[in-house]
């Protein structure tokens, strides 16, 4: 079971056990999820679902309520992959660790595509929208902790804003992939890597934690 099970799915008309019947209803859901990015949510019919998935209509909604509960079903699994992903604060050379990070992360948006979707839906859908909100809050908590361990240890500017930076964090990230799809133009992980450690970290610190083999 998903870890967002409260994202309110709903109850499935049927749910298949036999070989057949579950290849009808994953063919529907790659159906769904190929013009769901091609044509968008409200754009996107159940019946044009059916077609692309070569069965009849009613066989769409013999496993689904509706193209919301199938768009529902698609992101369960895939909600943690389209967030934020939680940077390495505690390792060595922190930079080229987030560049990776980065790098990964839009790749997996990139290939999912549902993110481009969801702006669509959530602006209509307010049981989706707080699911959001609460798994972007347990993001937002995780790279708050990482900032309270690093300055812990003495680690980042003394005077750093943990809460505003944990926030700048989240929008670079996000707004990041926005920009690139937005402009066509491939994203500078480790520009946006560099913006947030120097966010963090002193100079002499990122210099230390660049040349180190562990952190102590």
């Known amino acids: ?7 309110q799915v709903g109850e499935f008309p049927f749910v298949p056990k036999q070989e057949r019947a579950q ?33 009849a209509t009613g066989t769409f909604y013999r496993y689904f309520s509706d ?10 699994d895939k909600l943690d992959r389209i967030l934020p992903p939680e940077p390495s604060l505690a390792s060595c050379n922190p930079e080229e660790v987030l560049t990776t ?23 209509k859908d307010i049981e989706l929208s707080e699911v959001i909100v609460t798994a972007r809050r347990k993001v937002l908590n995780r790279i708050h ?4 361990q690093a300055q812990e240890k003495g680690l980042t500017w003394k005077d750093l804003d943990l809460e505003t930076v944990s926030w700048a964090i989240m929008v670079l990230v996000e707004n990041g992939y926005e920009k690139e799809r937005q402009t066509g133009k491939k994203a500078n992980y480790q520009n946006i890597a560099k913006v ?18 562990t952190m102590e």
């Open 23 to 55: 290849q009808k209803r994953n063919a529907l859901l790659e159906s769904g999820h190929a013009l769901f990015i091609s044509k968008g949510y409200e754009q996107t019919t159940a019946k044009e679902i059916a077609a692309h998935a070569g069965v």
């Open 196 to 213: 947030i450690c120097r966010m963090i970290f002193p100079p002499e610190t990122l210099e230390r934690l660049g040349t180190n083999h």
């Open 1 to 7: 079971m998903s870890e967002h099970e409260d994202i």
């Open 101 to 123: 990070t980065l790098e990964a992360h839009y790749k997996r948006l990139s290939e999912l595509g549902l993110n481009r979707v969801l702006p669509e839906l959530l602006l």
């Open 67 to 76: 193209k919301r509960q199938l768009l529902l079903s698609l992101l369960e």
């Open 145 to 148: 902790l990482g900032l309270t």
